[in-house]
């Protein structure tokens, strides 16, 4: 069975752009930071520790265990590397596998041959070693290996989360294009929000950022919303310190949130989706929601907050005229409504940024999937 004991290099990754807020996360941990990648941290620990990084994390996607680091310069030489990992002390012989990769190497055009090489590798070393194979596939809800191939370097790595823990488990009701719920939480954490005053999210579609700001208000881990990682399916898993750490972590939330979190939107169906989201999360009695018009939207007064929209991008022809007008009426909100707050606008169209009218205090840089996005901050005399 594995050693959860025993340290190793440990590859964080999340979507570029987010990785300086993923660094902070580990260093308030604990972590040391190794190396700073586009994309992710390496870090170190132990498999233990990838419990408590699935469970916490809120920017990560997945937290990556190395097992061995070598060089291959072709398939066979990956084959041959990979079969002397001891892979019956991680997988069941009665278990199944699924392998993912990220792969830069000139004797490789297919990603898919090379994972297949690493799946048969595994599977026969345990059939060597056991007399029986485990199942293989693409479903990531089992145990998963993880391939990095540069040139002819090449680290093997068991991914501990399986599905992205971006993946939370309270986002059954969608609405429109919904923000992944990392980007939320970035978004959220790059505000100068005290966690205690209020927190109003007009345009709020289907609720990742409010429900993302209520779970930081709470300082309950994220993950704890999810039954399955790919941990739980490593040979050894320890099951009783699992429900421990889950249970600590549960007993470090509070039970209430100290300020007011306000989600409002136009469409019925969005807030709809909202306090459903937000009841599967536990949270309906932590979020206010109401169905308005974004300048509707009730600011409480005496206080210095912060309000966060994420308006549409248009990405038509002809929307960016009709989103014009919408833009600047936004800027004239945060004038005429929401003096003494912090004012974010989150859009992937920067032409129309421009039409809120105010200068802007920073433009700090994401990416909303493939596309060039700011998080642009006001300061609302």
């Not at 190395?66 to 278990?95: M, P, T, V």
């Not at 919303?225 to 549960?250: C, M, Q, T, V």
Request: aromatic content about 8%; glycine content about 6%; overall charge neutral.
């Amino acid at each position: 069975m594995a050693e959860f004991n025993r340290s190793s290099t440990l590859s964080v990754t999340c979507p570029a752009r987010i990785t300086p807020i993923l660094q902070q996360e580990l260093e308030l941990k604990g972590f040391p930071i190794n190396k700073v990648r586009t994309a992710g941290i390496e870090t170190e620990g132990t498999l233990y520790d990838c419990m408590r990084l699935n469970l916490e994390l809120r920017t990560a996607h997945r937290v990556h265990y190395q097992l061995k680091k070598f060089k291959a310069k072709n398939a066979d030489d990956l084959y041959e590397a990979i079969r002397k990992i001891e892979w019956e002390e991680y997988i069941s012989a009665r278990g199944y596998v699924s392998v993912t990769s990220v792969i830069n190497n000139d004797t490789i055009d297919n990603d898919q041959f090379a994972n297949l090489r690493v799946k048969d590798a595994i599977v026969d070393r345990i059939r060597r070693k056991t007399g029986e194979r485990p199942d293989s596939g693409s479903d990531l809800n089992k145990t998963v290996v993880f391939l990095f191939w540069k040139d002819d370097q090449a680290s093997i790595y068991l991914d501990t989360s399986g599905e992205s823990i971006s993946r939370r488990g309270y986002r059954k009701f969608g609405h429109l294009a919904p923000l992944q719920e990392s980007l939320a939480a970035a978004i959220v954490m790059s505000t100068k929000w005290d966690k205690v005053s209020p927190f109003i999210n007009p345009m709020c579609g289907s609720g990742t950022i409010a429900l993302e700001a209520a779970l930081i208000a709470q300082n309950k881990a994220p993950g704890l919303l999810r039954p399955n990682y790919g941990i739980k399916h490593i040979l050894g898993f320890d099951e009783e310190a699992w429900s421990d750490l889950r249970s600590d972590l549960r007993n470090k939330a509070l039970k209430d949130v100290p300020g007011r979190i306000i989600a409002t939107d136009h469409d019925s169906r969005a807030v709809k989706s909202t306090q459903m989201n937000a009841k599967i999360a536990g949270l309906d009695h932590q979020i206010e929601t109401a169905i308005c018009e974004f300048e509707e939207t009730e600011i409480p007064l005496n206080e210095k907050g912060v309000i966060v929209l994420n308006p549409p991008y248009g990405n038509r022809i002809g929307d960016d005229k009709k989103l014009e007008s919408l833009y600047r009426s936004i800027g004239d909100f945060f004038k005429n409504e929401a003096t003494g707050y912090w004012g974010y606008v989150f859009t992937g169209n920067l032409d129309l940024a421009k039409q809120v009218g105010l200068r802007t205090n920073q433009r700090i840089e994401f990416f909303n999937t493939t596309l060039d996005a700011r998080l642009l901050e006001y300061e609302l005399y």
